[in-house]
């Protein structure tokens, strides 16, 4: 039985609104060379691998303005869901953030699960990164979902807004579907842990994709409450390649289960989003009395390959975003796991590196190169 990532009592939240979701293997690297030399001139042994404090699964780290079209949205003053900018009047997001629900959904289906619409209007956009401080920049002026009633397969939706969102650059969307084994990043507003707060945004790096269905795919531990309708970012493009649906009975270990819708399976819907907010600006420029042409089309997210904290400071794994700190003599710089098919950025090797805990057995992790 799945659960939906929703606030229930959010709004302690909302309704106390101040307080707020390949490498392959390298070649022999320059240190092993030199360490070899140096016990060859002086019987010194060899150099070890670098230390990696590593968490399990990554947990995430606060944002801090990497994903800036990543937005909250106030569901009526009850409830908190995330969502991603695909235009300045368009926000991508989940079915069941606008719409009124079963509490619990069992998928395949059992019965109704969407019991009605929510009125677009009660749903706020907040631009920042906190719920508590973010910025209300516009409401919601028309909804584009799937028809039908229950929410298994059809858990998207695209909110029209009544104001554009210029403050910040709209993301793109994906056409191709994410294959097992890919990497994700995770964005929202979501908890960090069953049993935590909900309202900062977050974001987990190099989640991995681990089963892929015709409408939907499902990772490992990433997202809680507060998180739905946010995106899985594809960390190569840019481009948002699933939306947050559902997720277990549990958000945290490694029995931990999400589930994503994938938005390529629902590239109709998004054009039907974009026509129909072309027929609307063309409405309210009729409306305002002003000269009309044809409508323009409604302008679209670029892509944009996110930041990664990849060489960012660290003291430990929970400091960085995938969960892995190298901690080689007096340099210590976040990294992430690697392996076959799994490439390293420039100037980063993967390469095997110690844990703290002998009996984890060895990791493979990106290494700065020398």
């Not at 690297?29 to 070899?36: E, L, S, T, V």
């Not at 401080?133 to 516009?138: I, K, L, Q, Y």
């Not at 947050?244 to 590239?267: E, H, I, K, L, P």
């Amino acid at each position: 039985m799945m659960t939906f990532h929703r606030v229930q009592a959010a709004l302690a939240v909302v309704a106390c609104v101040a307080v707020g979701l390949a490498c392959s293997p390298s070649p022999v690297d320059a240190r092993a060379d030199r360490a070899a030399a140096g016990a060859a001139d002086s019987g010194a042994e060899e150099t070890e691998p670098p230390l990696a404090d590593h968490v399990e699964i990554a947990r995430g780290v606060p944002d801090r303005g990497r994903d800036p079209a990543v937005v909250a949205i106030d569901v009526g003053g009850v409830g908190l869901c995330s969502g991603a900018l695909v235009s300045p009047r368009i926000v991508l997001t989940a079915r069941h953030c606008v719409s009124r629900t079963v509490n619990v959904v069992a998928c395949p289906p059992n019965g109704v699960q969407v019991l009605g619409d929510r009125a677009p209007s009660s749903l706020s956009v907040l631009v920042g990164e906190t719920f508590a401080s973010a910025r209300v920049v516009a409401h919601g002026l028309a909804v584009v979902a799937p028809a039908g009633v229950t929410l298994c397969d059809a858990d998207i939706a695209l909110l029209l807004l009544d104001e554009p969102v210029t403050l910040v650059k709209s993301m793109a969307v994906g056409t191709h579907a994410p294959a097992i084994g890919d990497h994700v990043r995770a964005v929202g507003f979501g908890k960090r842990t069953d049993h935590g707060e909900s309202g900062a945004k977050y974001l987990r790096e190099h989640v991995r994709v681990l089963a892929v269905t015709a409408a939907e795919f499902t990772v490992g531990e990433s997202t809680c409450q507060g998180d739905s309708g946010g995106p899985a970012i594809d960390e190569d493009t840019g481009e948002i390649v699933g939306v947050v649906s559902r997720g277990g009975q549990s958000c945290t270990g490694s029995t931990a289960r999400n589930v994503y819708m994938r938005v390529d399976a629902y590239g109709w819907l998004v054009e039907e989003a974009f026509a129909r907010l072309s027929e609307i600006d063309q409405d309210e420029r009729a409306d305002g009395g002003a000269s009309h042409p044809a409508a323009k089309a409604a302008p679209r997210g670029t892509k944009s390959k996110p930041p990664s904290d990849v060489g960012g400071p660290c003291e430990k794994g929970t400091d960085c975003a995938a969960g892995v700190c190298i901690l080689d003599g007096a340099r210590r710089y976040c990294s992430r796991l690697c392996g076959k098919g799994d490439r390293c950025p420039n100037k980063f090797h993967c390469e095997s590196v110690r844990t703290h805990e002998a009996s984890a057995g060895p990791i493979s992790a990106c290494v700065a190169v020398d």
